[in-house]
């Protein structure tokens, strides 16, 4: 299984960036990709989850309405448009997979308290300038 997350860089607050994730090695169609993200000294946290399976989509509370997440099946691309940025939207942002991940997890839990996913992509850089 491998996942590779890309699309990072800076931008001031109120710009967008759009985060693109390639996975490869395993049933696309069977699972769930997630968004997740970890600002310094902060736990890692879910940001936004879309299951491959039955096509729900799960997003953070933060990021509602500002985050957008989808995917092209035939490229198996997972992406996250991220819009209106906030300072506090710094973070180191994953992608992962699993069969099936805790939609808690997906709507801003954090990996400290909920299972992880099995499979992690590394991490790209999200700067929000004020």
């Known amino acids: 299984v491998q996942l590779q997350a890309s699309g990072g860089g800076l931008v001031q607050a109120g710009g967008s960036l759009r985060l693109s994730c390639a996975a490869s090695?395993?049933?696309?169609?069977?699972?769930?990709i997630g968004w997740f993200r970890q600002a310094p000294g902060k736990e890692r946290e879910g940001v936004s989850c879309?299951?491959?399976?039955?096509?729900?989509?799960y997003y953070a509370d933060s990021v509602k309405e500002r985050f957008t997440i989808s995917s092209d099946n035939a490229k198996k691309l997972v992406f996250l448009q991220m819009n209106s940025l906030k300072p506090e939207d710094t973070a180191v942002y994953y992608c992962a997979a699993d069969l099936i991940i805790d939609e808690r997890l997906c709507e801003g839990g954090s990996t400290e308290e909920w299972d992880r996913p099995d499979y992690w992509g590394q991490g790209t850089q999200v700067t929000v300038s004020s």
């Open positions: 879309i299951s491959r399976n039955d096509g729900k989509i």
């Open positions: 090695g395993f049933r696309f169609d069977d699972y769930t």
